[in-house]
């Protein structure tokens, strides 16, 4: 198992543990066990759809009989009266699975609707929308497969993937050279093939950089569109450029326009809203 799917089924049993408990005793009271029936899971706005494949999973680690019919999959725009998909199985399990998936489904349609906003707004130019860490604790793997869904690129996942020397990292190692020399010494001890990004201030930060190489990504933090403009023609191809700290949907083009590779974006996962949808008997 990998590592993605494994996150993933950690979730779905943690959601499964804290939503039903010992038992979801409305359902159990008044839904005989035999009692069979379909669901339809209905879009109520407009927007990017993500999730199915995740919502699969949940019917299926619950239920294995259940029986997942989709004719809309994730990535696809839909409108309001669109129906995804149709669930087949034992009404008791249609009503325990329902909210966990529709948690699901809204919030990963929602991150998703929003990216393919984002990029959509970057047409015509070469730069990539990026999504950042601030994500839903224990559904950071869900947010970040709803970013790719919806045409935007994942920065790193985790702690774990990418050397990304921010502002504090410099201060506390005493200076631009001695964090990246000690990052790429470690790199060399542990053995370990991770890209290096570091995050530059200003100017005399990032001909420091530039004077001392071995990176891979020069991330310019709360720089102006007309700083960022020199920061790229600075660095020269050289090295990937990423542009971060305080961009708004308005002010993206304007960066974008400057030449830089990526521009990461902490909205399009730490408050993005879901998309309405329901899942409803038929």
Excluded: W
């Amino acid at each position: 198992m990998n590592k993605e799917q494994e996150l993933i089924d950690r979730l779905i049993d943690l959601a499964f543990a804290e939503d039903i408990g010992d038992g979801d005793h409305t359902t159990l009271s008044c839904i005989p066990e035999t009692a069979m029936g379909k669901s339809k899971l209905l879009i109520k706005e407009a927007g990017i759809l993500a999730g199915i494949e995740v919502a699969k999973e949940v019917f299926r680690r619950f239920d294995s009989t259940m029986k997942v019919m989709v004719y809309i999959n994730d990535g696809a725009e839909v409108k309001p009266g669109d129906v995804p998909m149709i669930v087949e199985g034992k009404v008791q399990s249609l009503l325990q699975t329902e909210r966990l998936m529709l948690n699901i489904m809204q919030r990963m349609s929602g991150i998703a609707t929003m990216t393919h906003k984002y990029q959509e707004r970057l047409k015509g130019t070469h730069t990539r929308v990026l999504d950042t860490r601030k994500t839903t604790p224990g559904m950071r793997i869900l947010e970040k497969m709803a970013v790719k869904i919806g045409g935007g690129v994942n920065h790193r996942i985790g702690l774990f993937d990418m050397i990304l020397l921010k502002d504090n990292h410099v201060d506390f190692a005493g200076g631009i050279d001695k964090a990246i020399t000690r990052a790429k010494e470690y790199c060399k001890a542990k053995g370990k093939n991770l890209k290096i990004e570091i995050e530059v201030r200003n100017f005399d930060e990032l001909r420091q950089v530039l004077d001392l190489g071995g990176i891979d990504r020069i991330m310019f933090d709360n720089f102006t569109p007309e700083m960022t403009r020199k920061a790229v023609e600075m660095v020269g191809g050289r090295y990937e450029t990423e542009s971060s700290g305080g961009i708004t949907f308005d002010t993206l083009r304007d960066y974008a326009e400057c030449g830089v590779d990526f521009i990461s974006v902490g909205a399009l996962t730490h408050s993005v809203k879901g998309l309405d949808m329901s899942f409803k008997a038929c």
